[in-house]
């Protein structure tokens, strides 16, 4: 039998090539198109030391109709997962339209182009952040989204409802929006993991940069939050859990299991974790001191949100299974296999 083909949109990128290696594990043929705007080869080098295989690679911008008809012209998919996109909440503050540009074109050059070649299910990149500052704690799927509090955060909104209504009118479409947490580690071979440019904003790249000295001292954004020890509280998924996440869905979609046109999942661990308790489990998982300090609040975070996964349970029969100091000891060895790369 001739392996299902998936095309996959910023496949080079974080979540996109560890996603890759799960779905080439699982027996997938991988299609990547990445226009390296945030990445660079070497994560697909990555991918072929782990896996052995190459993924066919296109170097294609999502936004650029006529080179993406190219790609659906050349082959044919029975899965697409829409990685694509700008992700620097900061940086779409100030520079709304071209994240609105970039985000909701891409999607909607994807999802043109999939109706144009009869390609029936697609895996949108949805985010946590939907949420915005939730009144109930965990959620779930159904508790209601908050308004966004960013152009990132809108162009997560309006795609997933951009996908609702497309394939609520097609029937021979479906959609799964997966709402990631909060993705940190890197794969446990430490061949492939997170490549921020500049700063960081993230929590977890600026913990490896402040231990492997570039960053001088790691600023915990507020410890007088109404938590248990005043930090903020998030749901850290280990990304290779999480690129699993895409393997079932993509399974349940292919194998033609899906009970409804347009389906949401949570992918979190369920279990809440403090920056606090992240830091020190950092510090223990990999036998290093951390040089920290307590900063002022960060505008926009909000104080606590960590996922209900019942339902990714229940109907993926998925479910987080790393364990955060494996995560985090991965974080480390991918931080210092990039700094040996780079000398
Ligand atoms: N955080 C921090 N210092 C940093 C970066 C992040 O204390 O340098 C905190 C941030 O306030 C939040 C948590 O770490 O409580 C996770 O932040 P991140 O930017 O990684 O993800 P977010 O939850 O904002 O999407």
Excluded at 87 to 107: C, D, H, I, M, T
Excluded at 232 to 248: E, G, K, N, P, S
Excluded at 320 to 342: G, P
Aim: one cysteine or more.
């Amino acid at each position: 039998m001739s392996k299902k083909r998936v095309l996959v949109t910023g496949g080079a990128g974080y979540i996109g090539s560890h996603t890759t290696v799960e779905l080439i594990n699982a027996g997938y043929e991988v299609i990547v198109v990445d226009n390296f705007s945030n990445s660079d080869a070497s994560s697909l080098e990555g991918v072929k030391k782990i896996t052995g295989v190459a993924p066919t690679f296109v170097e294609v911008d999502c936004c650029d109709k006529e080179a993406m008809r190219r790609v659906f012209e050349d082959n044919s998919f029975d899965a697409v997962i829409h990685f694509a996109a700008y992700k620097a909440v900061g940086e779409s503050v100030a520079q709304p339209a071209k994240y609105y540009r970039n985000n909701l074109l891409s999607f909607i050059n994807v999802v043109e182009l999939m109706k144009e070649y009869h390609c029936k299910n697609i895996v949108f990149s949805s985010s946590a952040t939907v949420y915005g500052d939730a009144e109930e704690l965990p959620v779930t799927e159904r508790t209601p989204r908050k308004p966004a509090t960013s152009p990132y955060g809108n162009t997560k909104q309006m795609s997933e409802d951009m996908l609702r209504d497309i394939v609520t009118v097609d029937d021979e479409l479906r959609g799964i929006a997966l709402r990631y947490f909060n993705p940190i580690g890197a794969h446990p071979s430490a061949l492939i993991g997170e490549l921020p440019r500049g700063v960081p904003n993230n929590l977890v790249p600026y913990i490896t940069q402040t231990a492997a000295g570039i960053r001088e001292c790691l600023s915990i954004f507020g410890d007088d939050y109404p938590t248990p020890d005043g930090s903020c509280l998030r749901d850290y998924i280990d990304i290779v859990d999480l690129a699993r996440a895409h393997v079932v869905a993509i399974n349940r979609m292919v194998e033609g299991r899906c009970e409804e046109r347009y389906e949401i999942f949570n992918v979190g661990t369920g279990t809440p974790v403090s920056v606090f308790e992240l830091v020190k489990g950092f510090e223990k998982a990999n036998n290093l001191k951390l040089n920290y300090k307590v900063a002022a609040r960060r505008p926009g975070d909000v104080t606590a949100v960590w996922a209900d996964t019942t339902r990714a349970n229940e109907v993926l029969g998925w479910r987080a299974e790393r364990k955060l100091e494996d995560t985090l000891r991965a974080a480390w060895q991918w931080e210092c296999y990039v700094r040996n790369r780079e000398k």
